[in-house]
């Protein structure tokens, strides 16, 4: 069945964009089988979240921007994510365009390739075809689908066999005007022991109507280890699509650090495949929910090899009217044995008119596994209060000391200080 | 030099979810003054440290109490802890991600006021200081606030507090339970310490081991949630020889619970 998109874009303005930025023809292909998917899919089913009536496609997308010839000279929501004096592997791109880009010589000494996704479509594009929608197919929904159409941007981050790379790679997106689009596609490919870690921040300008849509695809090779911190700080005005998975070869590892600090809708699935023997991933979410905004965050692991390991932690802060339902899915295949599934998802809730759902869910196909959950949703503690209050700490203050805390341990483990800061900052924000 | 602390409680009576537990408590504490309370358990000391504190259970139907004068019963709970009231609790609370010298900073700035902050320097100076007369490790400044500490731990960490936010009146609950004899001469060293002529403190026990250790002026004996007899020292070495049964005989008590009376 198809559906009429009403889209603001067709396959001649995709067309033009992609000849544009000399992509290859493959490529092309891939753009056009996306938007004809998108006409031809459903949405993704969620949870209690229903997004139909949110904006999916209501964007004009291929917004250009002017690049800059300094980080002095990039928007202020920007320049607070960076470290101005030390600006090293760095990606900035506002809607359609990549602003400022740097990489380190000694970073391409090592071999590694950290490029816009334009840069490596055209100097590497066998690698990135090699990877690209490998573990996110083009038509696993209307979402995916619209997303080949239409992306722009992201970066492609090879890191070849042994190369430990020390220091953690950023990128900045930033979405703003009206009818904005930013649909980055971040591909990481981790070979056998090598160690890295990427770090991006969303923010948003000025601007009504705008649209996310992203995609991580990450592939830790054996023993290899790849650290993706991800911090969304989005206005009411961004409806945030997000999708962001990564399969795990033997003994490698995966850590995520999710930060989902947007004040408008949201849609975040973040999934690891544990394919190898002994791999790992770690999965830690924060989530505070204002306003009358929705979200929808999935964390999901799903175990193959046997002796696989997980641990998935979700806490969420809910104030005002706002929805969160936080889904935790741990999959333990048939002859995944001895994995170990463990997750957690705490929600504090603030107000009487929030709603916070917490749904932890096992699905386990072997008998030879340890798996757990806790799920809980509760308010402060009175006696924590009544505790710090008796040793002088004010209400507010002492609310203020059991939020933080209770965010922050998940907080203190993003690499880059600026970007840690700022997200305190959004948090204090949020919280008012 | 400020004046001597005083704290007076005059005819308390309290309940908790209908049930009076204290009735009709006077005491007067004054600064250089160790008054102990001892008395059966169940009898309603908690309940008395935890009225004084504020605990949001705790509701006053009757009496008075002043700190200096103003009245203590009006004020909410940070408000007495910055008037100089300091209580060591019977069962600290844990408070998860909040780290053990944050809150503490906090609770020295909150008593100093804006702008007259301690210095990170200085604070870090004192809590090392007093940990080490405390023998507590040093990583414990760093863990979350008595998540996953023992009892004793907690004791320790309940103390650690009092001397660094230096309190004028201090009360110390079943502060000798779950210690062993090392750690209670460790906690009752830090307590003498900090026994001076402008501080008071109210210690309540329900043995006289901690005594022994903390010698105190008064001693009380609690039953039935309110004091039955006072007097010194003595006092306490007739308990703990001969139990309360004789006190309850010469009053004519009954039962040592408040359950019996309800
Ligand atoms: N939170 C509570 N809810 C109900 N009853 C309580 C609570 N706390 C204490 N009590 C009751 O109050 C009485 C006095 O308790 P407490 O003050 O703890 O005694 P003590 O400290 O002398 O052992 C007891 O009967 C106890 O059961
Ligand atoms: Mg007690």
């Keep these: ?432 | 030099m400020t004046a001597i602390p005083h704290l007076q409680i005059k005819n308390l009576r309290a309940k908790i979810e209908d049930k009076e537990i204290l009735k009709g408590m006077n005491l007067e504490i004054k600064g250089g003054e160790v008054h102990a309370i001892m008395g059966p358990n169940g009898t309603g000391k908690s309940t008395l440290a935890s009225t004084l504190m504020g605990h949001p259970k705790f509701e006053v139907t009757e009496g008075e109490v002043l700190i200096n004068g103003e009245d203590l019963l009006d004020m909410a709970v940070d408000e007495r802890a910055r008037a100089g009231l300091f209580l060591a609790m019977q069962y600290p609370s844990e408070v998860s991600g909040v780290t053990n010298s944050d809150f503490l900073r906090s609770a020295i700035n909150a008593r100093r006021g804006e702008g007259n902050e301690i210095s990170l320097m200085k604070f870090i100076r004192e809590m090392d200081k007093k940990m080490s007369t405390l023998e507590m490790d040093e990583s414990f400044s760093h863990r979350y606030l008595n998540e996953g500490f023992s009892g004793g731990e907690k004791k320790r960490n309940e103390i650690l507090q009092m001397m660094m936010i230096e309190p004028s009146i201090c009360i110390l609950d079943e502060i000798d339970s779950g210690l062993d004899i090392d750690a209670l001469k460790v906690v009752a060293n830090g307590v003498n310490e900090m026994r001076t002529a402008d501080r008071g403190f109210l210690i309540i026990t329900h043995y006289q081991r901690l005594l022994n250790y903390i010698k105190p002026d008064f001693v009380h004996v609690m039953m039935q949630g309110r004091i039955v007899k006072s007097g010194g020292p003595e006092l306490a070495e007739r308990l703990e020889a001969e139990g309360y049964d004789w006190i309850k005989e010469e009053l004519g008590i009954e039962d040592e619970t408040v359950n019996a009376n309800v």
Excluded: C
């Design chain 1, 1 to 432: 069945m198809s559906v009429d998109l009403q889209l603001r874009f067709d396959s001649e303005a995709i067309t033009e964009f992609s000849k544009a930025n000399q992509e290859p023809a493959w490529f092309l292909e891939k753009r056009l089988a996306g938007l004809k998917a998108a006409g031809e899919l459903q949405l993704p089913v969620l949870e209690k979240t229903k997004i139909d009536k949110w904006n999916i496609q209501q964007f004009v997308p291929f917004q250009a921007s002017s690049p800059v010839a300094s980080v002095q000279e990039l928007d202020e929501v920007v320049k607070a994510q960076i470290d101005l004096d030390n600006v090293s592997n760095l990606l900035v791109q506002k809607n359609a365009s990549v602003q400022f880009f740097a990489v380190t010589d000694e970073l391409k000494q090592q071999g590694v390739i950290f490029a816009p996704l334009a840069t490596a479509l055209k100097e590497h594009g066998d690698l990135v075809q090699k990877y690209f929608q490998q573990v996110i197919a083009l038509d696993e929904h209307k979402l995916t689908a619209l997303h080949t159409a239409v992306v722009s941007g992201g970066v492609f981050l090879y890191v070849p066999k042994n190369v430990e790379v020390k220091v953690p790679l950023q990128a900045v997106y930033q979405v703003a005007g009206d009818d904005a689009l930013v649909s980055p596609h971040v591909l990481i490919v981790a070979e056998a022991n090598s160690k890295v870690s990427y770090v991006d921040t969303f923010v948003s300008g000025e601007g009504n109507n705008m649209v996310v849509n992203s995609i991580v695809e990450a592939f830790v090779g054996p023993g290899a280890n790849v650290q993706v911190a991800s911090v969304r700080t989005l206005s009411v005005d961004v409806h945030d699509y997000n999708f962001r998975r990564a399969t795990v070869d033997r003994d490698g590892t995966m850590e995520w650090v999710l930060g989902e600090m947007n004040d408008g809708n949201t849609v975040s699935n973040n999934t690891t495949l544990l394919k190898g023997q002994a791999s790992t991933a770690e999965t830690k979410t924060i989530s505070v929910g204002t306003g009358s905004q929705r979200q929808n965050l999935t964390s999901q692991v799903q175990h193959f090899g046997t002796h696989s390991e997980s641990n998935m932690v979700s806490k969420a802060v809910m104030t005002g009217e706002a929805v969160s339902i936080l889904n935790g899915i741990t999959k333990i295949e048939k002859g995944a044995e001895k994995a170990n599934g463990e997750q957690a998802e705490n929600v504090l809730m603030l107000s009487d008119k929030a709603r916070g759902d917490a749904n932890p869910i096992l699905l386990i196909d072997e008998d030879d596994v340890k798996a757990g959950h806790a799920a809980s949703v509760g308010r402060f503690s009175e006696e924590s209060i009544y505790y710090l209050m008796s040793r002088g700490i004010s209400r507010q203050a002492a609310e203020r000391l059991i939020i933080l805390g209770f965010l922050d341990p998940v907080v203190a483990e993003i690499p880059i200080e600026e970007v840690q800061n700022r997200l305190r900052q959004a948090l204090e924000r949020k919280l008012g």
